[in-house]
């Protein structure tokens, strides 16, 4: 079966509260600063968390070190959902996504799927939650086919 995104744009003024709430914040902030410290020690670079704080990190895209933003041609103020999406950080980022999911679409039995290459937020059936994936146009078959390679 082809796999879809879910449409976050065009649901956003139902995902907004649920993104801007204290639980779902708490998620995607524990996930930013464990994707940094991760990247300090991947170059053996002492990290200090005082850095990132709570206050500090009001949208996983104030850490974004990459330009993907820049690259889609697109005229005019980007979509309000790409604050909180964060290139190279699918594997800290997906415990947002499926507490989203889980709370837009209860009734599907949302699951975290994995692969060393990448991690998304599936239903069991055809749909991906993935906040970066669908906002760097990548596909939902992309996302799936990466999430499930085997080692």
């Known amino acids: 079966m082809k796999k879809v995104h879910y449409n976050i744009q ?7 509260p649920i993104y801007e709430s204290q639980e779902c914040r708490a998620l995607w902030y524990e996930g930013c600063v464990t994707y940094v410290q991760s990247k300090f020690e991947d170059h053996g670079i002492e990290f200090d968390p005082e850095r990132y704080t709570y206050n500090f990190i ?22 309000a959902f790409w604050q909180y999406a964060l290139a190279h950080a699918c594997h800290w980022m997906a415990e947002k996504d499926l507490y989203i999911a889980k709370k837009i679409a209860p009734e599907f039995d949302w699951v975290i ?4 290459e990448h991690t998304t937020v599936f239903n069991g059936i055809d749909t991906i939650f993935d906040t970066t994936y669908n906002a760097m146009g990548i596909s939902a078959e992309v996302a799936y086919k990466s999430a499930t390679l085997k080692q």
Request: glycine residues 10%; without cysteine.
């Open 58 to 79: 009001t949208t996983p895209s104030v850490i974004e070190s990459s330009d993907w933003q820049y690259g889609f041609g697109k005229r005019g103020r980007k979509p």
């Open 113 to 116: 799927i994995s692969s060393e």
């Open 10 to 16: 065009k649901n956003w003024k139902k995902l907004k």
